[in-house]
């Protein structure tokens, strides 16, 4: 790439974020994105938020769905697919798009077991 257009895809840049340029770039899709590893209030000691409010930002921000994967435990799938089924009946009568729920989990996997850990530490 040269430096001259280095510099014109900056400028663009600049041009977007100051609004003037939006018309230039209309014609343009932009693409949907998704986060696929996100973790709600269930997640001890690594998430603050509810499932609720997870959903509404995620909504907020035009996404199609999002992934709740707390860490060990499932306890908030529930609340999350019906948190979901209520939004999508509201938007199937405004006709727009289904929201996605993706459910996942992080586990913790030892090779031996869960006395793995503690075996090794003893003297």
Do not use: W
């Not at 729920?101 to 003297?123: D, F, M, V, W």
């Amino acid at each position: 790439m040269y430096l001259t257009q280095v510099i014109q895809r900056y400028l663009d840049i600049y041009d977007l974020q100051r609004g003037s340029g939006i018309k230039k770039y209309k014609h343009m899709k932009t693409q949907q994105f998704v986060h696929l590893n996100v973790h709600s209030h269930y997640s001890l000691h690594n998430g603050v938020s509810t499932i609720r409010q997870l959903v509404d930002a995620a909504i907020k921000e035009r996404m199609p769905g999002i992934a709740i994967t707390d860490y060990g435990n499932m306890f908030g799938i529930i609340e999350f697919v019906d948190y979901v089924s209520s939004i999508n009946k509201k938007r199937k009568r405004k006709g727009e798009r289904p929201f996605k729920p993706i459910i996942g989990c992080e586990l913790y996997i030892a090779k031996h077991g869960p006395k793995e850990s503690t075996q090794r530490n003893r003297p």
